[in-house]
């Protein structure tokens, strides 16, 4: 018979995925002492810390989630979990295409996501992943064509005069100098 994974209270988990501090977590239990007909999950809603569906996917799906690994893309654990709806997904995969960047990374970069909690998804559902870098590798169709830097494309260049003074040498410098910033 498999190991059963260790199954950790809701808050606990909830902390760890960076969605709450220790010091909501501590407060949500002492309110729970006053008020031991509500759960966990009912007075971090009431406190607005925590959406429904993050509490219901993490009470609910994410168990199941650790004992048998991913089977979609991350983004769509994020969708699952209230931290990012379907219009963010869609976003976030439009601009995957232009910057080449990974979803999560976006999803950080946009402040939909913690780092915190990025980590945590990356460590708990694709440990492969989680010490990957955030950009993507893309074929390159057009290996045999030079590349003209984007620095040299924007900028117009100069017609030289004959007038133009030669440029002076480039005379020794001290690395202490300074005198070139003012």
């Known amino acids: 018979m498999p190991a059963q994974p ?34 966990i999950g009912d007075i971090l809603e009431l406190r607005g810390w925590v959406n429904r569906d993050a509490i219901e996917f993490f009470a609910e799906q994410w168990p199941k989630l650790a004992a048998q ?18 219009q963010q997904v869609n976003a976030l995969l439009s601009e995957q295409q232009q910057a080449g960047l990974r979803i999560g990374a976006l999803a950080v970069l946009h402040g939909w996501l913690s780092q915190e909690t990025l980590d945590w998804f990356l460590r708990s559902l694709a440990p492969e992943e989680s010490a990957a870098s955030a950009f993507i590798k893309r074929k390159q169709a057009n290996r045999g064509n030079h590349h003209v830097s984007h620095a040299t494309q924007e900028q117009p260049t100069q ?24």
Do not use: C, M
């Open 6 to 39: 260790e199954t950790r209270p809701l808050g606990e988990i909830l902390r760890r995925a960076g969605l709450l501090s220790q010091a909501q977590l501590d407060v949500v239990l002492q309110d729970q002492k006053w008020q031991p007909d509500l759960r």
């Open 159 to 182: 017609p030289k005069t004959v007038a133009d003074p030669p440029a002076e040498a480039p005379t020794e410098t001290n690395p202490d100098d300074v005198s070139w910033v003012g």
């Open 69 to 86: 690994g991913r089977e979609h893309p991350i983004g769509y654990y994020f969708q699952q979990a209230g931290l990012l709806d379907a």
